[in-house]
């Protein structure tokens, strides 16, 4: 049976759900709130399949530490709690993440 995706209108193969593979994986990234982002996050999503970026608010950091100063930015270590996204799980229909990952994230 056909229908259309209620986010896209694309043609969609499942009697399960209500959007199309894709929508469904861009509903499942946090996003920021702010429209330019957003948007930018939706479309680069779309066009970029497998590869995804995502807006990480800053309550999902723990144990923040300042490094130090340098160029342009301040620079500083921290735990991202949550973590990148890994893979997406078909079955479950959301990502699958890495958690716990430390990084050093620029200030500009």
Not at 30 to 46: A, C, E, M, Q, W
Not at 81 to 98: C, F, L, M, S, T
């Amino acid at each position: 049976m056909f229908k259309n995706c209620t986010e896209c209108n694309r043609i969609i193969f499942s009697e399960i759900n209500a959007n199309c593979y894709q929508c469904c994986k861009l509903r499942s990234i946090p996003l920021s709130g702010n429209k330019v982002v957003d948007d930018f996050i939706r479309r680069y999503t779309l066009v970029n399949g497998e590869v995804c970026i995502e807006f990480v608010p800053f309550d999902k950091f723990k144990d923040v530490k300042y490094i130090g100063e340098g160029g342009f930015s301040r620079v500083y270590s921290a735990t991202w709690k949550e973590g990148p996204i890994a893979n997406w799980n078909d079955e479950k229909q959301k990502y699958v993440r890495h958690e716990n990952i430390n990084l050093t994230i620029p200030f500009l």
